[in-house]
């Protein structure tokens, strides 16, 4: 029994694995090779020089990261109330 569950399971994490990496190999190696290839690449780290992009985008992420933590806990606080 024990071991026709365990051949399932892994038949199911093989067909998984093959359609992630079939995704996978659909993406581009590099997405900014087309930025670096063009002549847009040193106009745009002269544009970094005084739009600090690489900020915006710590500052975004650790935004996101206070949001996503407010939602957990306020989603595990209603369900541990409706427990009790």
Do not use: T
């Not at 359609?19 to 745009?44: C, E, K």
Request: charged share 10%; proline share 4%.
């Amino acid at each position: 029994m024990f071991k026709m569950l365990g051949s399932f399971c892994q038949k199911i994490l093989d067909i998984v694995a093959s359609v992630l990496a079939w995704v996978v190999n659909l993406l581009p190696d590099s997405p900014f090779s087309i930025i670096h290839a063009s002549g847009f690449g040193s106009l745009l780290s002269d544009i970094n020089y005084f739009i600090p992009i690489y900020e915006f985008i710590a500052i975004g992420q650790a935004w996101l990261i206070c949001v996503g933590v407010y939602y957990l806990y306020s989603v595990i606080a209603r369900w541990v109330k409706a427990i009790e």
